[in-house]
């Protein structure tokens, strides 16, 4: 019976693999900020100076001074009040932080003292 099922199997698991691999090539990587990197005036960057299609999969790289910032991915209500919410917020502070986008909506912050009110935050908008 194994014998029998085992080349269905290897077709589905082998389709499987090559989808995945399709969306992998597929995934686009975006420096925030562009040149400028993760710095103030940051906030309008997702929509500046044109829309930027932002996918699942997509890669966003975070490259700052990490001794002056960081990045917090926060939820809404942490965007808001530029606090770090919810309590279990990944905070990154290496200075070239790679973060995977997921479906819906994105909110980055710097935790550092007074950043996020100076406008050193993003939300991005990923569709699947």
Same mark, same amino acid.
């Given at each position: ?16 693999? !090559? ?6 090539? $597929?995934?686009? =990587?975006?420096? %925030?900020? #562009?040149?400028?990197?993760? *710095? ?19 890669? !966003? ?6 001794? $002056?910032?960081? =990045?917090?991915? %926060?939820? #809404?209500?942490?965007?808001? *009040? ?40 993003? *939300? ?5």
């Amino acid at each position: 019976m194994a014998g029998k099922y085992g080349g269905l199997v290897l077709v589905l698991v082998s389709l499987l693999l !090559l989808q995945g691999g399709v969306q992998l090539a $597929a995934a686009a =990587v975006w420096n %925030v900020g #562009d040149a400028k990197g993760w *710095t103030f005036g940051v906030q309008s960057w997702p929509n500046n100076p044109s829309f930027k299609p932002f996918k699942e999969g997509d890669v !966003l790289v975070f490259k700052y001074d990490a001794s $002056a910032h960081n =990045v917090v991915a %926060v939820d #809404d209500f942490g965007f808001g *009040t530029c606090t770090t919410h919810p309590a279990n917020a990944k905070v990154y502070s290496s200075g070239n932080d790679r973060i995977t986008l997921t479906r819906g909506e994105n909110n980055f912050i710097s935790g550092k003292a007074g950043d996020c009110e100076k406008g050193l935050k993003i *939300t991005v908008f990923v569709r699947p």
